[in-house]
């Protein structure tokens, strides 16, 4: 019986297809190495079931191809060496090929998580070599993070689609403009851009930059009525941001049902002045109505970071002995 003979009939029409296919092999030396590997291979991999050649498909068919015409090649300019060490050479292109098709068989069945508090119990034992080489750069922190700013009366979180915390930014944008002889009509401050909460008590300018970390800039633009009645329908699309006194929306399945500021319809053909962030006046975090603005002021310099201007109201409602506070006031109502 031949060779081809003592494999299963799935095996013997694939081992024809190979052993004489000549599309990847350029010349007579090449034809006979293969013939001699794939044999070899053949011979080595197929069982009576049938399973090994569904595995040989997979795994080496494709790199084979490519692995078979270097092999060749190089046989073929070595005919010489490699008829001396015939077997070796076999052996060296049986591992090759068996080295590529190698890989995890690893799968994905599921994913756990939990949720890991970080609180003072990881403050000791204290590692005392750490701690005096980290010295002098917490007090040098400390001073800049720790003078008090303010004082809140209880704290406050930002959550969609209403929160004390998005409230108050919200006005805060709102105030923020006398610095620019601006008067807005409505302030809009994204939750993606709260990171942090707020607890009752002192405030510090640590606790400001933890809210808003980033270097958004205080902004102004105008938009007519018509593109206003397409910026709520953009924060009904996500569920709520916050948005200042005087605004108050009706939400269900995420489409704008109703809106009125300052007790009044919008007004399409009225021009509406709005205090947000330059991130948000690009458009983005879906506010693209945003984009269709005019008269944008955007002042650039770093005073204007946004967490200077909450700072800046906390100092003075601090200086007017006042402590601040934020409620939710049905600006955003969810309807079932």
Wanted: a positive charge.
């Amino acid at each position: 019986m031949t060779e081809p003979e003592r494999l299963p009939l799935f095996a013997q029409s694939l081992y024809k297809v190979l052993v004489r296919r000549e599309v990847l092999l350029d010349s007579e030396n090449e034809i006979k190495m293969r013939n001699h590997y794939y044999r070899i291979l053949f011979l080595s991999l197929c069982t009576s079931n049938g399973k090994a050649i569904r595995e040989f498909i997979s795994r080496f068919l494709f790199p084979l191809a490519y692995i078979s015409r270097f092999l060749c090649k190089f046989v073929s300019y070595n005919s010489n060496l490699f008829m001396k060490h015939k077997y070796t050479g076999l052996g060296v292109a049986l591992v090759g090929m068996m080295m590529v098709s190698c890989h995890s068989h690893y799968q994905l069945t599921g994913i756990q998580r939990t949720r890991i508090i970080i609180d003072k119990r990881y403050d000791q034992p204290q590692d005392a070599e750490a701690a005096a080489f980290l010295k002098p750069y917490k007090q040098q922190i400390d001073s800049i993070m720790k003078p008090v700013v303010g004082t809140l009366a209880k704290p406050m979180f930002a959550r969609r689609p209403e929160s004390t915390l998005s409230n108050l930014l919200a006005d805060i944008m709102v105030w923020g403009g006398k610095d620019f002889n601006e008067h807005p009509v409505m302030g809009l401050y994204n939750m993606g851009g709260i990171r942090a909460g707020l607890s009752k008590g002192n405030i510090t300018v640590g606790d400001v930059v933890r809210i808003a970390p980033f270097e958004n800039k205080i902004c102004f633009i105008t938009l007519s009525g018509e593109a206003l009645m397409e910026l709520f329908s953009n924060i009904a699309s996500v569920g709520g941001e916050g948005v200042s006194k005087g605004v108050t929306m009706q939400i269900k399945d995420r489409k704008l049902v109703s809106v009125t500021l300052n007790g009044q319809p919008i007004d399409p053909n009225k021009q509406y002045r709005i205090a947000t962030i330059d991130y948000l006046a690009q458009g983005n975090d879906h506010m693209t109505a945003l984009k269709r603005g005019t008269d944008l002021l955007s002042p650039q310099s770093k005073e204007n970071d946004t967490r200077f201007i909450i700072m800046n109201y906390f100092k003075e409602m601090q200086a007017e002995g006042k402590v601040v506070d934020s409620n939710v006031e049905g600006r955003i109502v969810v309807l079932k």
